[in-house]
């Protein structure tokens, strides 16, 4: 790992959402990489049309592998998306990984740069190069201050977010996942905690999901439980619409945002069975971001 000399003392940024990218980057590398070497480089980011810019970090992980052809990187930030499988090509897809470091990259740019996420460089067998910014919120910013930067570490500073402040008293998990199928809940869960800092438990069948209920409780006043559940309407025995007409029957669970999750239209059947049985709120498999975004901001 190489640091410029000219790199401040203190970063103050998310250590571990940049923790979570280079480690995503570098096991990318891994696969890919037979021989050769794996490089990370820190340094300041040099944009010679707008000096205000000084105070952004850039960070780049380079690998000599095999490389990525052109026509293939457009795949890369898709959610378990795999190469073509060409000569000597490590058959291991990039799975969330690259997808999710992406949107990450994208926020830790902010408020100078919107949706610069990870920019790639690459050519079939030349290695590859992945790099993005970040923005050092520190009101100081004293080059001079900076020496030898070969043993230089980052320093982890806590930032306060909304998430913190809301749920400093209660720990309770404030959104359930109730899915049979295990791929859906490992993508969903990992949007809401990459992209969204949220915490999320999970049930596979509706004998679990009311355990989950009854067990998400603690014995602080501010304490609710959980506030949204997303339910799988196709699940096995007893579906989702059954599940929320009998956790609607308690009035322990009436405030409970219930979004029910399918393959189905909106303008289907199901749709309207799915008001019917109580549910709040409906998002459409696959899984588009903006749209859980969108529900997010409007229920959690």
Do not use: W
């Amino acid at each position: 790992m190489e640091f410029d000399d000219n790199l401040p003392r203190f970063i103050c940024s998310d250590a571990l959402r940049i923790r979570q990218i280079i480690i995503n980057l570098i096991g990318n590398a891994i696969k890919f990489t037979k021989q050769g070497q794996i490089l990370t480089h820190v340094s300041i980011y040099e944009n010679k049309n707008e000096n205000e810019h000084n105070n952004m970090i850039q960070i780049k992980v380079k690998d000599t592998g095999i490389g990525i052809d052109q026509t293939q990187q457009s795949n890369l930030f898709k959610a378990f998306s795999k190469l073509d499988d060409q000569e000597n090509l490590n058959p291991l897809g990039v799975g969330l990984g690259l997808m999710i470091s992406n949107e990450l990259a994208k926020k830790l740019s902010e408020p100078y740069f919107q949706n610069t996420g990870l920019q790639i460089s690459s050519q079939q067998n030349q290695g590859t190069e992945f790099k993005f910014l970040i923005m050092n919120h520190s009101q100081t910013f004293n080059i001079n201050e900076s020496q030898n930067r070969k043993n230089t570490q980052f320093q982890q500073l806590d930032i306060i977010n909304e998430e913190i402040i809301k749920n400093t008293n209660c720990q309770c998990k404030k959104i359930l996942i109730v899915d049979d199928t295990k791929f859906n809940i490992i993508a969903l869960q990992s949007y809401l905690q990459m992209i969204f800092n949220i915490s999320s438990e999970a049930a596979d069948s509706y004998e679990q999901c009311f355990e989950k209920l009854q067990n998400n409780f603690c014995n602080l006043q501010n304490c609710v439980g959980f506030k949204i559940i997303f339910m799988d309407i196709c699940m096995p025995e007893v579906d989702g619409i059954e599940i929320t007409k009998r956790i609607r029957k308690n009035s322990k669970y009436q405030n409970i945002i219930i979004v029910g999750c399918s393959g189905y239209s909106p303008e289907s059947q199901e749709y309207q069975n799915c008001q019917e049985a109580g549910m709040n709120d409906y998002l459409y498999k696959p899984i588009d971001k903006q749209q859980l975004k969108y529900l997010i901001q409007k229920y959690y």
